[in-house]
């Protein structure tokens, strides 16, 4: 099979997803049928009671170059219904995503990465939301999502500027949470996961939901759409289990119920 036949590359290892965009020969750039392979992975990952966390990823040393310009221009849209760009920057996964960046990330592959929960990076990533040096607008959340992860002025002069940002200044400001040498991303990215996945599947669930929506919760409601969210985690098997294995100190048995 060519790597045009299998424009994305999914395996579930140890309850944790690993989507790899692969085309290499166009730097991993998403076209329709990239999307649509990215959003039934995203789809898969949260159907899939045996799978707790997903790794994004690209082959060939190159994460994404963002939307291909040559399928752009044939008339097609890199996008689907509900998740849009790449099938997740409108919508990612109920479940905690992990970015392993090679190379670069650069337009809606920064954007692909900004919609993840956690980034590492190796040293010789670049990222960068180059769009306005073509007289285009980042509209794959990179705009929204950037000043949320970095602070006001930084964001809007790498936005302004479309300059590429180096895996180190990534990590100075808490952008890429790992660095780590060339090649290593996805093993880093990997152990971040499994580390995860030690925990209670349905708790890890609660947990990210939590952190991702409270930011669109006003005060006097906060705690109650957080109750609605942590309540079945709280009465479910898995935390009498938790509590059981504590107790007995034992490694914990979860079953995700």
């Not at 020969?25 to 076209?31: L, P, V």
């Not at 399928?71 to 099938?87: D, M, Q, Y």
């Not at 794959?140 to 895996?167: K, N, S």
Request: hydrophobic share 45%.
């Amino acid at each position: 099979m060519s790597h045009q036949d299998n424009p994305v590359l999914v395996e579930s290892v140890d309850g944790i997803q690993i989507i790899t965009i692969n085309r290499p020969y166009a730097k991993n750039s998403i076209n329709t049928v990239t999307a649509e392979a990215i959003g039934a992975a995203l789809d898969e990952l949260n159907e899939r009671a045996d799978l707790t966390a997903g790794i994004i990823t690209g082959s060939g040393g190159v994460f994404c170059a963002g939307m291909d310009l040559k399928a752009f221009l044939a008339g097609e849209r890199p996008s689907i219904p509900v998740r849009g760009f790449a099938g997740i920057v409108e919508q990612s996964s109920d479940k905690p995503l992990i970015a392993a960046v090679e190379g670069y990330a650069l337009a809606g592959g920064f954007e692909i990465a900004l919609a993840c929960d956690i980034i590492v990076a190796s040293r010789d990533a670049k990222f960068g939301l180059p769009e306005v040096k073509r007289g285009l607008v980042a509209a794959g959340g990179g705009l929204m999502r950037l000043p949320q992860r970095v602070p006001y002025h930084l964001a809007m002069e790498w936005a302004l500027t479309g300059d590429l940002i180096d895996a180190s200044e990534a990590h100075r400001v808490s952008l890429a949470n790992h660095i780590t040498e060339p090649g290593a991303a996805l093993e880093k990215a990997l152990e971040v996961a499994r580390r995860i996945v030690a925990n209670g599947p349905l708790a890890v669930k609660a947990t990210k939901g939590i952190i991702a929506k409270s930011s669109d919760w006003s005060l006097t409601e906060s705690f109650d759409r957080q109750r609605e969210i942590s309540e079945p985690v709280r009465a479910s098997e898995d935390a009498k289990e938790g509590a059981r294995a504590f107790t007995e100190k034992r490694s914990p048995r979860w079953q995700g119920r």
